[in-house]
C-alpha cells in the first residue's frame, strides 16, 4: 500500500535528550513536510523540503533540525533546545509540481519528561 | 504572510442539523485550497479540495464547500450531520507561487445522536 508511515507512534524522551522522528513515504512524492499540532493552534509548519538535500524553515523551526538524504524519507530531530517539545507531530507529502493536496501521516505522540 | 482562520472553534450539533463551517485566508493572488477531517485516532484526510473552475466543490461524506473569491472565503457545509461527523476540521490553502500549506486553527465538530 502506498503512502506515509510514521514512526513510532508514541515516544517518551527526559528533557535534555535529543530524539529523532521517523517519516518514509512510498508515494514517490517529491514534498515532504513536518508539522506540529497542538490543542487550539492548529498545524504549524516546522520544516519542508521540496526536493533531494534541500529543506527550508518553517514558521517554528526553532529547537528542531531536519535531513532529506533520501526522497522518501524526512526525519525530524527535536533537540534539547526546543523548549516545549512535547507535542503531536504530523509528517505530509505531496507532488511538489501543480501544488495538489498533502497526505498525511498517521502522527508521532512526543513526551518529554 | 499568508494565514487561514477558521472563526469557530467548536460547534455542537444534534444528528440531521444543518453544518456550515467559515474559513477565510489572506492572499490575493491564485491559491489553491483544501479542507481536511481529522477523525479521533485517525490521520488527517482530504475531504475536498478547490483548484479552479466551479466555485461550488463536492467532497466525500456529503460534504461540500463554496469558494467566494471576493470574500476570501472557502465555507465548508454539510446539509445533515451524522454521529461519524464527529471531527476536527481544518482549511489549508497553498499559494501559486507558494511551496507550502497553510491550516488554520481547526473546528472541532461534536454531533450528538
Known amino acids: 500500500d502506498g503512502g506515509i508511515t510514521q514512526s513510532p507512534k508514541y515516544l517518551f524522551r527526559k528533557e535534555g535528550q535529543n530524539v529523532t522522528l521517523s517519516c518514509e513515504q512510498n508515494?514517490?512524492?517529491?514534498?515532504m513536510y513536518w508539522y506540529r499540532q497542538d490543542p487550539g493552534q492548529g498545524l504549524r509548519l516546522i520544516y519542508y523540503s521540496q526536493i533531494v538535500n534541500d529543506f527550508q524553515k518553517g514558521d517554528i523551526a526553532e529547537g528542531y533540525s531536519v535531513s532529506r538524504e533520501k526522497k522518501e524519507s524526512f526525519p525530524l530531530t527535536v533537540t534539547s533546545a526546543q523548549k516545549n517539545p512535547t507535542a503531536f507531530y504530523l509528517c505530509?507529502?505531496?507532488?511538489?509540481?501543480?501544488?495538489?493536496?498533502?497526505?498525511f501521516g498517521q502522527g508521532t505522540r512526543l513526551t518529554v519528561v | 504572510a499568508q494565514s487561514v482562520s477558521q472563526h469557530n472553534h467548536h460547534v455542537i450539533l444534534s444528528e440531521a442539523a444543518s453544518l456550515e463551517l467559515g474559513c477565510n485566508y489572506s492572499?490575493?493572488?491564485?491559491?489553491?485550497l483544501f479542507w481536511y477531517v481529522q477523525y479521533p485516532g485517525q490521520h488527517l484526510q482530504l475531504l475536498l479540495k478547490?483548484?479552479?473552475?466551479?466555485?461550488l466543490v463536492k467532497g466525500i461524506k456529503g460534504f461540500e464547500a463554496e469558494f467566494i473569491k471576493s470574500k476570501f472565503s472557502f465555507n465548508l457545509r454539510k446539509p445533515s450531520v451524522q454521529w461519524s461527523d464527529t471531527a476536527e476540521y481544518f482549511c489549508a490553502v497553498i499559494t501559486n507561487t507558494g511551496n507550502q500549506f497553510y491550516f488554520g486553527t481547526g473546528t472541532s465538530l461534536t454531533v450528538i445522536p
Open positions: 492572499y490575493g493572488g491564485t491559491v489553491n
Open positions: 478547490y483548484f479552479s473552475g466551479d466555485p
Open positions: 508515494l514517490n512524492h517529491d514534498a
Open positions: 505530509a507529502s505531496s507532488i511538489a509540481r501543480d501544488n495538489t493536496e498533502a497526505f
